[in-house]
């Protein structure tokens, strides 16, 4: 069983990472197109880059541990490249680990939704 402080680890990184591009992308890209300011595109960039760095160590991590497949293992590392993304890819992963961790409750949501 995969230890959860592993999963939060990449939870963390995987919100921190996303929002960061998030600020980078829709306010300090657009700030330093305009004129305005590259403050806040430096700022933002440079802390994203740094970050996005351990993010690719945690989500390699747990992406080893719950032995994901090669191709959803590179996308959930690229994830933290793209605005959302990265949040789509904890949601999944979340699951995947509830889904080994408690397998019991997996069956139980499934066995309930069928019987609808």
């Known amino acids: 069983m995969v230890d959860?402080?592993?999963l939060i680890r990449y939870r963390v990184m995987a919100y921190t990472t996303a929002v960061l591009l998030v600020v980078l992308v829709f306010a300090g890209v657009p700030l330093q197109v305009t004129g305005a300011t590259s403050a806040?595109?430096?700022v933002v960039g440079t802390i994203h880059g740094f970050l996005y760095l351990i993010y690719l160590a945690a989500a390699f991590d747990?992406?080893?541990?719950?032995?994901?497949?090669?191709?959803?293992?590179?996308?959930v590392l690229l994830a933290g490249t793209v605005p959302f993304c990265a949040i789509v890819a904890e949601r999944k992963l979340t699951k995947r680990y509830e889904s080994t961790a408690f397998p019991a409750r997996a069956f139980r949501t499934t066995?309930?939704?069928s019987s609808r």
Do not use: D, F, H, S
């Open 4 to 6: 959860r402080r592993v």
């Open 40 to 42: 806040v595109a430096n």
């Open 62 to 75: 747990l992406t080893r541990k719950l032995r994901v497949p090669l191709g959803w293992m590179l996308l």
């Open 111 to 113: 066995e309930g939704a």
